[in-house]
């Protein structure tokens, strides 16, 4: 009986020693982790930061003499200090923030892109469906698309004889092409099967287009979105700096005529980035939509 | 006695560029309620075209579909279909694909609660409920081809209709699944039609064996009966002298009488 209680004990006494390990290795592993995540971050980060200091340096060097027509970096930083740094100013009706700025041309792209997104799946859908109507419209649009966003602005002026409404419709008529062509092309690329399953369920027309033609087709409409809405930030930009108000086009126009060359470096970079994230933005969208639907 | 399922006098030809290709001609045939009938025939000899048309995916030319001595002009959940390649929604998972197939066909006459249970029921017919939260790329082949016959026989149809259900299995997982599809036409007696190329497949599921002869212009060579007992199992019918004899027959009219000919095509 002694004997057992002695085994006993020494095994209890076992697995205590394996726990205290264990406590040590996730401890490591977890600096580990830590680790890899910086290095992960230093490879994404390090090379653009580099770029950008090498850019940076060449350009002071190269507008650092008095005969120089653009400002180097230095002097941007100096005289357009209160833009950079406080981007959410509000000292009356046409002296506000660039962050102000872009979120009012932002405004305008989202109702813009909005109805483009709307109507361009809608009449993509068409086009992807029915032969007769991509016959008919295929041409209409592929002649269309061509046209240059701001050739649109005096016929919209005409038309709604405001600015606002006007440059509403560039944005829309600039990013609804490649919503359509994408969405036709999504559509047709539907498998046959798919179509027959829906004709044995004896699917209707609006069945049919949000549970088996939308989820389909998304890989190529978010294509389409995501060419679509890097088209109407390009086209907003032109169209306020002829249509006027507060947007940040605007603003570069403005800065143009009172010779503030720092100013509109600096709403370069605000709309440089913000365009970046509205791209990643969609794509992000569309990744989290499609998700699984790619694989087959 | 009028037939469940009678195909009269049909004939099915494509026109293409002005082009007209015969593929099917004067096929007739009646199908008993309850009855699994196989379609065997080589390749390109229209026999997924005939599965097409009682479906009403295609039309016929001329001659009519008759199910219930009603004709068949469009498709319908009374005639649903297991596809080759199993056409599940990617974007959906394996209960959502059965619940969209549900919804859309007992909608009206079913409460939620019934569909659930009714969804999860032929789940469990084909052994899948334990996957119900899977996306199709998730799981296997086999598995498809299960979620496939349980959307199918969730919509409750007079006939299902297999275009070559396991063609793309390997050997094993092929033969789970006909032991599958057997026990679910012994358990509710649904009138199945399969299209199939394999001999042993048509004979170890059929109580009839329909062989078509080569296109253009196919029609159908003969009726084989396949006289064996019910329940069947593969093991012992693999000396079973019914069985070889049922075999022998087909693999004659394949294979002597109907010889594929490459170069005709």
Same mark, same amino acid.
Request: glycine fraction near 10%; include cysteine.
């Given at each position: 009986m002694s004997i057992q209680t002695v085994e006993d004990t020494k095994v209890k006494a076992f697995p205590v020693k394996p726990a205290e390990v264990i406590a040590f290795t996730a401890k490591a592993r977890r600096r580990i982790d830590l680790l890899a995540i910086a290095g992960k971050l230093a490879t994404a980060l390090v090379p653009p930061a580099v770029v950008i200091i090498l850019l940076l340096v060449v350009w002071q060097v190269a507008c650092s003499s008095p005969t120089a027509s653009l400002p180097p970096p230095s002097q941007v930083w100096n005289e357009a200090y209160d833009l950079i740094a406080h981007p959410f100013f509000d000292n009356g009706p046409q002296d506000i923030g660039l962050a102000w700025r872009v979120l009012i041309s932002l405004q305008r792209v989202a109702i813009g892109f909005g109805m483009a997104a709307v109507v361009g799946v809608a009449l993509g859908a068409l086009v992807g469906q029915s032969v007769w109507a991509m016959r008919g419209l295929d041409p209409v649009f592929q002649i269309l698309r061509t046209v240059p966003p701001l050739a649109w602005l005096p016929l919209s002026l005409a038309a709604f004889r405001d600015s606002n409404p006007s440059a509403l419709f560039v944005i829309f008529i600039t990013s609804i092409w490649p919503v359509i062509i994408n969405t036709a092309v999504g559509v047709r690329n539907i498998p046959e099967d798919y179509r027959n399953v829906a004709r044995i369920l004896r699917l209707n027309q609006l069945e049919f287009f949000v549970k088996i033609m939308v989820p389909a087709a998304a890989p190529y409409i978010f294509t389409g979105l995501r060419i679509g809405i890097g088209l109407s930030w390009l086209a907003i930009v032109a169209a306020e700096m002829l249509t006027g108000g507060v947007g940040i086009g605007f603003f570069i126009w403005d800065a143009w005529n009172s010779s503030r060359l720092p100013d509109i470096i600096v709403a370069l970079a605000y709309i440089g980035v913000t365009g970046f994230c509205l791209d990643r933005l969609v794509a992000a969208a569309g990744a989290f939509v499609t998700r699984g639907t790619t694989a087959k | 006695?009028?037939?469940? /399922?009678?195909? #009269?006098? @049909? #004939?099915?030809?494509?026109?293409? +560029? +002005?082009?007209?290709s015969e593929v099917l001609k004067d096929i007739r045939l009646t199908i008993d309620r309850g009855e699994f009938v196989s379609i065997i025939g080589h390749s390109g000899? +229209?026999?997924?075209?005939?599965?097409n048309l009682i479906a009403g995916l295609t039309r016929v030319s001329s001659g009519a579909v008759l199910l219930e001595d009603k004709e068949v002009d469009s498709p319908g959940p009374e005639r649903a279909v297991v596809f080759q390649n199993h056409s599940l929604l990617p974007w959906l998972t394996v209960y959502e694909n059965i619940n969209l197939a549900v919804s859309k066909v007992f909608g009206r006459t079913k409460s939620r609660a019934e569909r659930h249970e009714w969804i999860m029921r032929n789940l469990d017919l084909v052994q899948m409920a334990h996957a119900r939260d899977k996306r199709p790329a998730e799981i296997s082949g086999g598995m498809k081809q299960r979620v496939g016959i349980a959307r199918a026989l969730a919509m409750q149809p007079k006939i299902l209709l297999l275009d070559e259900p396991f063609g793309a299995l390997d050997a094993l997982t092929r033969a789970h699944l006909q032991d599958a599809v057997m026990d @679910?036409?012994?358990? /509710?007696?649904t009138t199945m039609i399969m299209i199939t190329h394999d001999v042993d497949e048509a004979v170890l599921l059929s109580d009839r064996i329909v062989m078509m002869t080569n296109g253009p212009a196919a029609t159908i060579g003969e009726v084989l009966s396949v006289p064996l007992a019910r329940?069947?199992?593969? @093991?012992?019918?693999?000396?079973d002298r019914t069985f070889l004899r049922c075999r022998e027959a087909v693999l004659k009219f394949l294979y002597e009488r109907h010889r594929f000919v490459e170069a005709a095509e």
């Open positions: - | 006695m009028t037939a469940y /399922l009678k195909l #009269d006098h @049909i #004939d099915k030809s494509f026109a293409r +560029g +002005g082009q007209v000899c +229209g026999k997924s075209t005939l599965l @679910i036409h012994a358990r /509710l007696g329940p069947r199992r593969r @093991i012992e019918l693999a000396s």
